[in-house]
């Protein structure tokens, strides 16, 4: 098969599975509301190019590992759709990493934005 299209089809599915993360996923859509609100933020206060690599750097992660932490639990209650323990630490232990990312973007966010907010 010709590699141009093996890869636009692997850019199909992967927008598929966005447009699906988009539909069925609370938290995912959270994500995507802070990063549209973080965005024009940076746009308003005309941050540095820099910042503007941390800024993505951050949105790029934490997007990441919500749609990491989606496809485990998705794949946890294929698996074994009745509660287990096991599976259960297996779906914390992946929103934990969420978490995690989460915190490190608002405190990255905070080192940026607070100088742009308590100087205007």
Known sequence: MNPLIM??????YAMAGWRSAIRTQRNF??????TVMVVLAGYYFSISRTE???VLLCIGLVLS???FN???????DLIHPERHPLAGRVKDMAAGAVLITAI?????GLIIFLPYLLTT
């Not at 890869?7 to 199909?12: A, E, N, P, W």
């Not at 859509?29 to 802070?34: A, D, F, G, N, T």
């Open 7 to 12: 890869f636009l089809r692997s850019f199909i």
């Open 29 to 34: 859509r959270i994500h995507l509301l802070v």
């Open 52 to 54: 503007w690599c941390f």
């Open 65 to 67: 590992a919500e749609l």
């Open 70 to 76: 989606s496809s485990i639990e998705t794949m946890i």
């Open 104 to 108: 490190m973007a608002v405190i990255i």
